[in-house]
């Protein structure tokens, strides 16, 4: 254990029990214990392996290289359809841990093995991504603006190309670009 994660396992919340007892599974798999993205993760040479971490209606153990794993039970999640290589296993109460033990434990070891093996995730480029029409005309428009998107790291790049896309009409769309123009220029990213 960590001292420096404690706080996490300490702090009231809904699902504090869960935390505790995926906590002590995954100790139990000899991984180290560290605190990245303010949540307790947990590494295997240094690498990230799993991760402990909540929402309103679940807690999850969220596999880094989840899409990696054979899954053979049926149980890892997509968290969303843009998230290429994580995988979740969610959990709603105490109870549907201590069932899964076993098979939480056979997870982590897979993960593990897939580190141990070196395997990596073919990620998508950020040019496979969808530029929404409204951001390609700005960009047209603007020489300096593409200049100053293509000089983003990629990350960078897709954030904003997510978050532009997500709007389902044209004038909010048109709304988000205009808006973050000045953070690409600045060279920061959607969350900077």
């Known amino acids: 254990m960590n001292p420096k994660v404690d706080f996490f396992f300490e702090k009231d919340s809904r699902w504090q029990a869960e935390y505790t007892?995926?906590?002590?599974?995954?100790?139990d798999c000899g991984l180290e214990e560290e605190l990245k993205w303010g949540k307790p993760c947990y590494t295997y040479h240094g690498s990230n392996i799993v991760l402990i971490h909540g929402f309103k209606n679940y807690c999850a153990l969220l596999f880094h290289k989840g899409v990696?794993?054979?899954?053979?039970?049926?149980?890892?999640?997509?968290?969303?359809?843009?998230?290429?290589?994580?995988?979740?296993?969610?959990?709603c109460n105490l109870r549907e841990i201590r069932e899964q033990k076993d098979i939480i434990?056979?997870?982590?070891?897979e993960a593990i093995?897939?580190?141990?093996?070196?395997?990596?995730?073919?990620?998508?480029?950020?040019?496979e991504f969808?530029?929404?029409?409204e951001f390609r005309e700005a960009l047209e428009k603007d020489p300096d603006l593409k200049s100053a998107f293509e000089s983003l790291t990629p990350g960078r790049q897709r954030g904003y190309l997510l978050y532009f896309s997500r709007a389902k009409q044209s004038k909010t769309r048109k709304s988000r670009i205009e808006r973050y123009i000045p953070h690409i220029f600045e060279g920061k990213g959607l969350n900077d």
Do not use: C, H, W
Request: charge should be positive; glycine fraction near 4%; hydrophobic fraction near 35%.
């Open 68 to 91: 990696l794993l054979k899954d053979t039970d049926d149980i890892l999640i997509q968290q969303t359809k843009n998230v290429q290589s994580a995988r979740q296993i969610r959990f």
């Open 21 to 27: 007892q995926l906590r002590s599974i995954i100790l």
């Open 113 to 127: 093995e897939v580190e141990k093996a070196g395997l990596e995730v073919k990620l998508k480029k950020t040019s």
């Open 130 to 133: 969808d530029m929404p029409g």
């Open 105 to 109: 434990r056979s997870y982590i070891y």
